[in-house]
């Protein structure tokens, strides 16, 4: 599906909402390609004499549709590996651009509501560029048709962009190839942040080709130019170490909570190894894996880069993105950590037929809160108990990826990640890391939350999915004062205050509450009673 020359061996095809900037994008990856994008609309000027907006006023918006698809289909049936095409907003109304749209690469340019409207609003000719917006009129239902199309392009999209920043195109192009070496139904997610950008591919079947003929070109990192330095458990390890082929070093550590003892352990394996900061660490675990490598690579030689490839639930769903990464200390979890995004996150949802059945119901706890953060279609499928499927999977770290855009350093809206984890990550130290899992623990910290903000019908109702799963919904083996008094040593804290994030509903949730001690006392105590 990509050719050594470094040309994908089909078209690039850009869809987007009105303001996304596919225009430009297309033009930039054209560029690195060292050919010319096609635009729709530009091409779509010259054939009728005028501009869109024109036709649309004249004729009406049907006439406007038929010669739009027409022109579409035209260029999309030519199209030839390595083209680059932008799409009008409206094309993909029309079913035969969708069906036209199936052998190429759909990229969405994923623009949200607000910006879009700040690029284009209001579109008279001045306003709305030379082509015109007929559409980009009235706010209100400017907002409303984003809502309505969003749900159907991001059906028929197989990468995920937001609003990319000048110059960002040629290292999506990168990305865009490992995409189409991928196995067929892999997804590409192109996450941001502040200190940093990286492709996430979700695709099942994508730990089988990490060994094969095509696996530099899914590699984040050319392994030609970098060498690789595995950290895995040995649990893991002894699955899928080999899938990996060569490396410069490893170390499997035994399963269980990252500690200084084991960075250690893990500093002084890569040093062993003569890893320097022209090469890079390979996380290839869960959560405990992934952060505990993501420490080491932060500090080891003041920083070289890190492949995550999650293989739990928890931490393909969540923790191997957004770049916090710790050890614990015997007084809290995560007290020593680092920012240090990936260069690039692996995710094969195979992997997670391996799990033991406790391991992947506790994991869920992690989709449960992400889709009550998301609230939406995500909400709505998990809130009815639907099974796990690939996308879930995906649209959680959607979800997470688009919060740690906005805010990587947990200084605002990140916070919101943290719902159910201040109580969850107590009773997991009050009961010495070892009685419940984190899953287990925050599931029960969930239910405090819920409890704390009134939302008492919804608590019941996520009650009820945590003993559907046979997840625990009361703790044993602490008291409740110990697990208050662990809160108090929350990382999080800032003065005398501990900021809680509580949620009145699915998708309204709100960091930096403050609680009152009688009410945490009270919510606690119900756990501990149930």
Known sequence: MADVAGAPARALVL?????????????????????????????LTRRLGHSPASEFEQNGEAAFR??????????????????????????????????????????????????????????????????????????EAFVALHGERRALYERHAHAFVPPLRRGDAAELLDALRALAAAPGGTRLIWAQSASGDYPVLVGRGLLRLLNGDGADELWPLSRSQSRAFLVTDQSVGSIYAELLGQTAGNIAIAPGEKTLATAEAVWRAAAAAGIT????????????????????????????????????????????????????????????????????????????????????????????????IAGGPLWERVGAGDDLDEQIVLECARTKLAVVASDERDSGQRQVLNLGHTVGHAIETATGYHRYSHGEAVGLGLLAALRLSGADGLREQVRELLLA??????????????????????????????????????????????????????????????
């Not at 303001?19 to 609309?41: F, I, M, N, W, Y």
């Not at 949802?349 to 992947?360: G, Q, S």
């Not at 998708?507 to 009270?522: I, K, T």
Request: glycine share 12%; aromatic share 4%; with cysteine.
């Open 15 to 43: 869809i987007g909402f009105m303001g996304a900037g596919k225009t430009t994008v297309a033009r930039e990856l054209a560029r690195a390609l060292h050919t010319e994008a096609q635009d729709s609309d530009e091409l």
């Open 277 to 372: 900061r022209a090469d890079h660490f390979v996380a290839l675990g869960g959560g405990v894996v992934g952060d505990l490598a993501g420490f080491c690579a932060a500090t080891y030689q003041r920083g070289v880069p890190i492949v995550q490839i999650p293989t739990t639930l928890v931490a393909q769903v969540d923790s191997a993105y957004g770049g916090k990464t710790g050890i614990d200390l015997p007084e809290a979890k995560n007290y020593v950590g680092a920012y240090h995004q990936p260069a690039g996150v692996i995710v094969d949802p195979d992997a997670l037929e391996t799990l033991p059945a406790r391991e992947l119901a506790a994991g869920w706890v992690e989709v449960l809160k992400t889709a009550l």
């Open 469 to 530: 799963r046979d997840l625990p919904v009361g703790f044993e083996g602490a008291s409740t004062e110990a697990v208050v008094q662990a809160t108090a040593r929350d990382k999080k804290r800032v003065g005398d205050e501990l900021p809680f994030v509580l949620l009145s509903e699915p998708g309204q949730a709100r960091p930096g509450c403050v609680v009152a001690a009688g009410q945490l006392q009270a919510a606690v105590a119900e756990l501990a009673q149930s």
């Open 66 to 139: 038929a010669a739009e698809e027409q022109l579409v289909c035209e260029l999309l049936d030519a199209a030839e590996p390595g083209a680059v095409i932008a799409l009008g907003g409206g094309s993909i109304l029309s079913d035969r651009v969708r069906t036209a749209l199936e052998p190429h690469v759909v990229v969405l340019l994923d623009v949200e509501a607000e910006l879009a409207w700040q690029r284009v609003g209001g579109a008279g000719e001045a306003v709305g560029g030379p082509l015109g917006r007929p559409l980009a009129r009235d706010r």
